[in-house]
T-cell receptor, first 113, second 112 residues
Framework: DGGITQSPKYLFRKEGQNVTLSCEQN?????MYWYRQDPGQGLRLIYY???????QKGDIAEGYSVSREKKESFPLTVTSAQKNPTAFYLC????????????FGAGTRLSVL | QKEVEQNSGPLSVPEGAIASLNCTYS??????FFWYRQYSGKSPELIMF????GDKEDGRFTAQLNKASQYVSLLIRDSQPSDSATYLC????????????FGTGTQLKVEL
């Protein structure tokens, strides 16, 4: 069953804590993306990776970190430096040059305790 | 000016009517455009994409692109209550990063 799996579905962070959100895909896509969505807002790009062992900052990378050690996996760490982490986090993977179709996982909802 | 702009709505249409969702973009280098549907609390799902001027039809959905006017639209024929959702427009420029730029979405309500 092909797709993108994000876990956990819900996550709670304590003050000063780092938390890691998991994203795994079996679509054999080269590119993977992390977005943040706040209520009533569109998607804002945090980080993206086009190839294993390489990734670039998106528009709102501060307070976040990523790794891309395997093609299938692109975990996102929300660090204690991110002062307003409460949001819906979406992972996507994509392929294509002229038309870059991106498919999304089910998302992780992060809240602060 | 936002790169991709959408009216936030809500846009209310009666069941069976045509819903028209609009999107404008500022980057003339944008090559292709996407419409995603997002139900409340869920992740976006792709409905259609378009990269050539004109219309593209898929079932009850028609995407329209006018690059000269920098305008993209999505028409939903025979609207159903199940179409009630937020519709996100996204533009893709190509080149480094293969990034999509999203609008903030238009909320559609289909009323019985």
């Amino acid at each position: 069953d092909g797709g993108i799996t994000q876990s956990p579905k819900y996550l709670f962070r304590k003050e000063g804590q780092n938390v890691t959100l998991s994203c795994e895909q079996n679509l054999n896509h080269d590119a993977m993306y992390w977005y943040r969505q706040d209520p009533g807002q569109g998607l804002r790009l945090i980080y993206y990776s086009q190839i294993v062992n390489d990734f670039q900052k998106g528009d709102i990378a501060e307070g976040y970190s990523v790794s891309r050690e395997k093609k299938e996996s692109f975990p996102l760490t929300v660090t204690s430096a991110q002062k307003n982490p409460t949001a819906f986090y979406l992972c996507a993977s994509g392929q294509g040059a002229l038309v870059n179709i991106q498919y999304f996982g089910a998302g992780t909802r992060l809240s602060v305790l | 000016q936002k790169e991709v702009e959408q009216n936030s709505g809500p846009l209310s249409v009666p069941e069976g009517a045509i819903a028209s969702l609009n999107c404008t973009y500022s980057d003339r280098g944008s090559q292709s455009f996407f419409w995603y549907r997002q139900y409340s609390g869920k992740s976006p799902e792709l409905i259609m994409f378009i990269y050539s001027n004109g219309d593209k039809e898929d079932g009850r959905f028609t995407a329209q692109l006018n690059k000269a006017s920098q305008y993209v639209s999505l028409l939903i024929r025979d609207s159903q209550p199940s179409d009630s959702a937020t519709y996100l427009c996204a533009a893709y420029r190509g080149g480094g990063g293969n990034k999509l730029t999203f609008g903030t979405g238009t909320q559609l309500k289909v009323e019985l």
